[in-house]
């Protein structure tokens, strides 16, 4: 049994895909929209070849929007009917789509996923598409050579067949079985996990009965630790659940795998899931101050910084050698006021409580720079997508009070689906979900909080709103009037406005029109790209004078799209600068969903690690992407370690490098201001790795001493690591006196 599980483990780390036929390569590619191009009998022959499963962007076709077509010529083999139990239907998977299709079988329309109206280029780019026909459907030519055609447009960003699943299969008992496993686990004294599970059926035509097995496995050792076998019974109205508790012996990672035997058809599924573990230690009860230690303002602007620190409340704040023109608020430690001369200061700052004193510098520089260290704050894309609201964002921010603030994080920031349309004057007004803008920043600031938004330099936005073409003055007198203290800058329908092949001047244009506009405000508003990395915008960034800047097309809660983004953050790294950083995208953990239904990140644990490790090292900003009113402690914890956090928040900014990629485990480092080495060594891999590396050849030498950053605890002195990482985990360590030179890996 253990060995069985293993092998699902690694084959099947999320869910159980069954597919008869898997149709990932072979496609071909042609941008342009002719209707002959869904003939089964066109002449495909001169059409480039792509991959299906990554964003055409990515292959060759650089800012390319519009309508482009994909073929496939696939032979469907008649056993795969034969070996099914329901001889019904056939499914083709065609992953996600950006943004709408038309799919054709043999020239016959087999289905499409257009926007509303039946709008193709308003399609749902975030949906699986999956489409269903009878088997007896003679547009099915079986044991023959059948073409699968599919249409697509994208508005914008990212377009294609850019994600998923891709495949051909006969529908079976299991398609109408899910398990499911959405209830969070429950922690209890001594590790013990109590968890809810169900098994659920879609259809009304048949009952079922199995058997469930539950197993928790340490994915490093393969050990099984907990082993279960329930009969079950469901129906569609009468579904099965069942609670399990186990104590676990250790926090580590460890996964459960739940694995369904349907009776009659004995055929089978399985789904696994890691279990949450908390390495955060619990939050002392003396002061500690967090945040960044060094902060920019321009002259005469209005100041902001509320002095981050945890410890027993209530607290009580001084600041001592303020530069002139800033006051202290002594009871909730906002600073505020304006600065009016140029120059830097070292300001002392102590927080007390009954429980003790803390002290750290603050340097305070005020000159033309802003944002010296990355963001730390909360966007509503990856949560609420279009459907955010004042309500939503006044929750969050609250949230991030109550929560986060403590930490140092900072910025609430609105993504798209605020704006209406202008008004005679060409002012651009928010829609009705945001009823006054001015009083909802006024409520971020009360908190000590900061407000961004969003706009994009074309005509629209991503998301179809107004955007700040030939308004971008205006727009920006009326964020400042409101009181926005950063802006996301988006690309997106600008694409109709630039030449269609954009040289670097070409990219570069937009967002040196809208530095100008912001550099006439009084206000210190962050300037945020998002241009997804064309032209090697990491280059030209800071020139026109973005604080930050995407470097990549959007990211989604897979591992695919996660290491695919962080892991190629190399080629970017060289250029993180203070003041300017490589934006990875924002976060994925926690309860995500892009629109109004959310659901758990599905990355694992050990993936969400990674993402916060890897993002920390690259000195990203990082925005939280997830409903800050449900923060289960897992997230919390990923969002709340202080040292961790201390990593991306580092003065000096020095890039992240990848100094090590051998055996699928890969190790990146960036030097930290005082003097120690930051270290995360990645386990690329889909299953556990078990290697020895010798520090020196992580260019360390002699005996190194080690902190575990996680777990904030010094681990003693090494010169050999033996290192044991679940399937993408990672070990984030901080090396002290040790020389560590230059070398990259590419
Ligand atoms: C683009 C951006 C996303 C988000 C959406 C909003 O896709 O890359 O981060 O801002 O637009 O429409």
């Not at 210190?524 to 800071?542: K, R």
């Amino acid at each position: 049994m253990r060995k069985i599980f293993a092998f699902l483990l690694a084959y099947f780390p999320v869910s159980l895909f069954s597919q008869d036929i898997v149709i990932k390569d072979g496609w071909k590619f042609k941008t342009g929209d002719e209707p002959q191009w869904s003939y089964a009998n066109f002449n495909d022959s001169g059409w480039a070849q792509i991959e299906v499963g990554k964003p055409w962007e990515l292959q060759g076709y650089p800012g390319y929007d519009g309508f482009a077509w994909y073929r496939l010529h696939v032979v469907i083999p008649s056993t795969i009917k034969e070996k099914s139990f329901l001889k019904e239907k056939i499914r083709f998977d065609l992953g996600k789509i950006d943004d709408g299709d038309d799919v054709f079988l043999n020239g016959s329309m087999l289905g499409r996923n257009a926007g509303r109206g039946g709008d193709i280029k308003k399609g749902p780019y975030d949906i699986p598409r999956s489409y269903t026909i009878p088997l007896n459907d003679r547009r099915i030519k079986w044991d023959a050579d059948n073409v699968i055609a599919v249409r697509v447009y994208d508005h914008g960003g990212d377009g294609g067949m850019y994600e998923g699943n891709y495949g051909i299969s006969v529908t079976d008992v299991t398609d109408y079985i899910s398990i499911i496993t959405n209830q969070p686990f429950e922690f209890g004294p001594s590790r013990k996990i109590t968890k809810k599970i169900g098994l659920q059926s879609t259809t009304d035509q048949y009952d079922f009965t199995g058997k469930l097995g539950i197993a928790i496995v340490d994915p490093v050792s393969g050990t099984t630790v907990f082993k279960q076998t329930i009969g079950a019974d469901f129906a569609k109205n009468r579904p099965f659940e069942y609670t399990f508790s186990a104590n676990l012996p250790e926090t580590k990672s460890w996964q459960v795998v739940y694995h369904f035997v349907e009776d009659r058809s004995g055929k089978d599924i399985t789904v696994s899931e890691g279990i949450p573990y908390i390495l955060t230690p619990p939050i002392g009860k003396e002061p500690r101050i967090n945040g960044p230690k060094v902060y920019g303002a321009r002259q005469g602007a209005p100041f902001l910084f509320r002095i981050a620190a945890t410890g027993e409340k209530p607290l009580s704040y001084e600041a001592v050698g303020l530069p002139q023109g800033l006051q202290l608020d002594k009871k909730t430690g906002i600073i505020s006021g304006s600065i009016n001369a140029k120059g830097n200061t070292v300001a002392k700052l102590t927080v007390k409580n009954k429980s003790g004193v803390a002290s750290r510098k603050l340097t305070i520089i005020c000159g033309d720079n802003i944002c010296l260290t990355p963001a730390l704050g909360w966007n509503s894309w990856n949560c609420w997508g279009l459907s955010v609201n004042d309500e939503k964002v006044r929750t969050s921010a609250r949230a991030m009070f109550e929560k986060l603030a403590d930490h140092g994080w900072s910025y609430i920031n609105i993504d798209d689906g605020w704006e209406k349309n202008r008004n005679q004057q060409g002012e651009i007004l928010a829609n009705e979900k945001f009823p006054d803008m001015k009083s909802l920043c006024d409520y971020v600031h009360s908190l000590g909080l900061k407000i961004g938004i969003y706009s994009s330099p074309g005509t629209l936005t991503c998301g179809g709103f107004t955007g700040s073409y030939q308004h971008e003055k205006q727009d920006v007198q009326t964020y400042a009037q409101w009181g926005i203290d950063y802006l996301k800058y988006d690309w997106c329908s600008y694409a109709q406005v630039a030449p269609e092949h954009p040289s670097v001047d070409d990219l570069k244009k937009p967002y040196l029109t809208m530095r100008d506009a912001l550099k006439e405000t009084n206000r210190d508003i962050v300037f945020s790209l998002c241009q997804y990395g064309m032209g090697e915008v990491w280059n030209w960034g800071p020139e026109v004078g973005g604080n930050s800047w995407r470097t990549t097309g959007d990211i989604t809660d897979s591992w695919k799209s996660l290491s695919g983004i962080g892991f190629s953050q190399y080629k970017s790294a060289p250029k993180t600068l203070p003041g300017h950083f490589n934006d990875p995208d924002m976060l994925v953990v926690g309860k995500v969903g892009w629109g109004p239904s959310l659901h758990n990140t599905r990355l694992t644990p050990d993936e969400q690690y990674t993402h916060i490790s890897l993002w920390s090292l690259l000195s990203a900003p990082l925005l939280i992407g997830c409903d800050m009113n449900q923060l289960d402690s897992f997230t919390l914890n990923l969002l709340e370690n202080d040292e961790v956090l201390a990593i991306d928040q580092d003065p000096q900014a020095k890039p992240a490098k990848k100094i090590y990629d051998k055996n699928k485990i890969q190790v990146w480092t960036k030097e930290l201001e005082d003097g120690a080495i930051a270290m995360g060594i990645f386990n690329m891999d889909d299953l556990a790795n078990k290697q020895q590396l010798s520090l020196k050849e992580l260019n360390l030498a002699g005996s190194v001493k080690l902190r575990d950053v996680w777990r904030q605890k010094n681990i003693g002195a090494f010169t050999n690591l033996s290192v044991q990482l679940p399937p993408h985990g990672v070990w984030l360590l901080k090396a002290v006196s040790s020389s560590l030179s230059q070398k990259t890996s590419k």
